[in-house]
């Protein structure tokens, strides 16, 4: 008895689970016969999607090309941005997604058309019937037309369809957060490294946006190949350089982050050092220069370190350690801190600036120790150009400004030097009696007897006081021909002007492309103020004069421009007659029918008409 | 039994959805309308043929005490592979259904037909019983679907079960006079109840109907 | 904060029988009396629970990574199966009481909706992630079978007068009534939806 028990207890689970294998492999084959199937049927209905919501004709051919997907939107499912295109023309963008609602699964796609949000195909869901499910069967009408930067999906009172929350919650955020990215226009750069390996290389939280920069020259051919800025939410956390370098075997390829005044960490990507040796110790660096502040050494193998080492793979990744932080300092990356206007106004020899502006480095001026350019003001007008230095005399830190006007050397402030006192030291406190106002075109400090015993200092300091004097003369101190007074008399529509002065401008003037501002005169008495500017509409150099009499604009005199004949051009033959006696005080160029399709030739004219108005109306207070 | 009782009895005596009060959790869900009413009727009706054939097939070999679990194994098989390929062939139909296509597992009559039917006659009896029990709970799904979607929207609205485009729908009762709430749940539950409450009035009245003329005979035959 | 609105939303908003139609066989049946109506209800919370858990388990550490993901509804419902029958036998050995009032509605927990609709929905997978980690599976899972349970003692009250109600006409006596009372049921909760 108890044995066909016993026996019964066996076979019966037995049984029941060989059916179950049986099931199991029945279902096998019917997975396998139709999985493909149903993959293709998504897709079917995703390419057709593509045409259905961007109310493209099914049977006009399209071109999809896929675009890179922030990390945001991935994050939350978006799985595909696509561009749609028939021919040349951008139709569309979509994006594809697939989230939860109240259940997993819900795929769909969203199309965005110029401003306004295309339609919206649902692929496949699994929101039940009656709920979720006949909520997303109104979603299309609702979000169609609707303005990008307008919610949509709201529950308020104008809605009297079903409602579904937390389908609708769902969907809604994903739908904003494609219709956001959307308007950003091409997404950022994907890198071609993972997030999570920047991430590791700085030793951060967390970052959303990677932008790859230039890599110097000197860099380059040391094994670095690349170096990014790495962001968060529009924020820099750091910078990381990429490299490939040869230890004990070649390819040891990795990524070195730098962060604020220190070392962010070391991530490594691929190497082929023996394990346990140079391996191991590779491992170790992340730990051991995370965090090192960029002045002190690292990766010094000495007792104090009881790791593994391998110091054929060390040096190497020393070297270009130390050649990646010094570039990471050098690129700005730790600004130097602006000097004091009482030191720009030594480098200038006066005592009334009371401002200054600085001007963007190029990367020759850094290399050749220029720290900061200065555009020093008084009273919003220039009154010289300031540029502050730091190169190696005798020694290294010799730090001092070097200051122009017009076309002349204005003075030398030195701020710190290490020079041998009796020598170098006393040679730099005459600097500033010898070059001022010396022309800025002629090489300075040639007195050979002077100079004797300090040829290093004096060296260092003609070439730098020679770039800066370079730089100055080719881009601070153009000098633009005036133009003719038959052009001054055009621009105020007069015939009687006989001549003119020239009037000061402010620098913020200059920068919105204002070259020139003339008092007009007849008879020795001023009749109105024209300026000339060039600027940039749809092509650069558009080059015109405008005048102001009394409180209106006087006129517009074309002299020189780019602009598409027919388009630009055209439009530019009519100035003079629309702005003639407009008053200055209104905004011009508006409402005029004639501006449409000329964008950009009409806001460059416009910016800078009324840059001039403006300017010109505080001349007459 | 003869043959054509087994089938009539599936769609009127043993009728599942009015009278047995089986698979219920599909028929509110699925009844909104008519055409999504009809995909789920014909899941349903497949299921079951398929079932109570293959339970029917093999009833000889299943050991009594674990019958259930295998019972279910089968059920559960069988409905995954349906689910499989209507995902596959009828796309649209299978998104309709949703989740409900799952939960044909756990609906009573797979389970009762088998286990009460299948499990005791022979494959094609069981075949009959299958496609009567199914076509009458398709009916059930069909009036219900068809008085609720009369009254919350005015009119019908029929569309292809395979690729799912509407084809024809027409409009009977204005939409100002219409009472979407059936539309919904409760409207649901409700309407099931009434027409419940008219199916057993009108069993009454036929079975008053039948004792009266019984009554009748047994008189008038003295 | 999350998992109290989980829970909350499981009882009263999205109600698993009164919202998606789930469990409704038996609640017509076994809701005639009070005491078989919670005992009922504790059960289904248990079973469901723990079936939850289970499934969920299978799933997301054999089935998925596996990638046989196709076979989940068969073996949740053996799952679900094995565990009632388990469930069956406790109560028959333990609490006779209640295992004879519940009678036949016991082993038809099986093939309550509920229980494999919960076990399907906690193994939702979007964009590669799981939709529930094992913490709110839990608290969904139990959550919903709580809402079950609150709607069956509630209904089971109801039932009680309306079985003893002398008003209700013949043909709507017994299913008819009970149906519509629930479509006015619903009706009420459905004054909840905002809520969250």
Known sequence: MAKKQLSKMILLPLFLAGITLGAAGVLTGAHLLTAPIIENNKDQKKLEGYKLILSIDPSVNIGLTSAEIAKKLTDKGVSKKTKVNVGEDLIGVVYDATIKGWESGLTFQVGFKDDVYAGFNLISSNETPGIGKDYLQFVNDRIKGVKIDQPVLLNDGSYTGPTAPITGGALKEVLELCAADYALGDSPIIPPHEYEEYIGALNIENADQIVEVTVSESLITKGVSKRYEVNLDGVLQGIVYEATVEGWNPGIHFLAGFKGNTYGGFYLLSSDETAGIGASYLNEINDRIAGVPLDQPILIDDETYTGPTAPVTAAPIKEVLGLMAADYLGQGEVEPEPTSLANLNAALNILTADDYSLVTLTQDLKDGGVLLKYIVLENGYRVGVVYEMKVRGFKDGLHFLVGFNADKYAGFKLLASQETPDYGGDYLTNVNGWIKDLPAADPVLIDDEVNAGVTKTVTALQTALGLAAGDYLATMNPTYPETSLENLNAALNLTTATSYTMLPIRETLKAGGILLKYDVLVEGVSVGVVYEVKTKGFKDGMHFLVGFIGENYAGFKLLASQETPDYGGDYLTKVNGWIKDQPASDPILVGNPENVGLTRTVNGLKTALELCADDYLEGRI | ?222 | MEYLLLGISAILINNIILTRFLGICPLLGVSRKNSSAIGMGLAVIFVVTMSAILSYSLFMYVLNPLGIGYLRLVSFILIIASFVQFVEMFLKRYVPGLYKSLGIYLPLITTNCVVLAVSLDVVGITGGVADYNFLSMLIYSFFTAVGYAFILVVFSYIQERLITDRNTPKSFKGSGVALITLGLLVMAFMGFKGMI
């Open chain 2, 1 to 222: 039994m003869k043959k054509h009782k087994i089938f009539t009895d599936g769609i009127f005596a043993n009728n599942a959805a009015f009278m047995l009060f089986l698979g219920m959790c599909p028929m509110l869900a699925t009844t909104k309308d008519f055409m999504s009413a009809l995909g789920m009727g014909i899941a349903v009706l497949a299921t079951l043929i398929l079932t109570n054939t293959a339970i029917s097939a093999i009833r000889k070999w299943v050991p009594n005490e674990i019958r259930i679990p295998i019972l279910i194994v089968i059920i559960a098989t069988i409905v995954s592979v349906i689910e499989m390929f209507m995902q596959a062939y009828m796309f649209d139909l299978s998104q309709t259904l949703g989740v409900y296509l799952s939960l044909i597992v756990v609906n009573c009559i797979i389970l009762g037909r088998a286990e009460a039917f299948a499990m005791k006659n022979n494959v094609f009896d069981s075949f009959l019983d299958a496609l009567g029990t199914g076509v009458g709970f398709l009916a059930g799904l069909a009036v219900l679907a068809i008085a609720r979607e009369f009254i919350a929207t005015g009119g019908l609205a029929f569309s292809s079960l395979l690729t799912g485009q509407k084809l024809w729908s027409f409009q009977i009762i204005p939409t100002a006079y219409t009472i979407p709430i059936f539309s919904d749940a409760p409207g649901a539950f409700i309407m099931f109840g009434l027409l419940v409450g008219l199916v057993n009035f009108i069993i009454m009245k036929a079975a008053d109907h039948k004792k009266k003329k019984a009554a009748l005979v047994a008189a008038g035959g003295q």
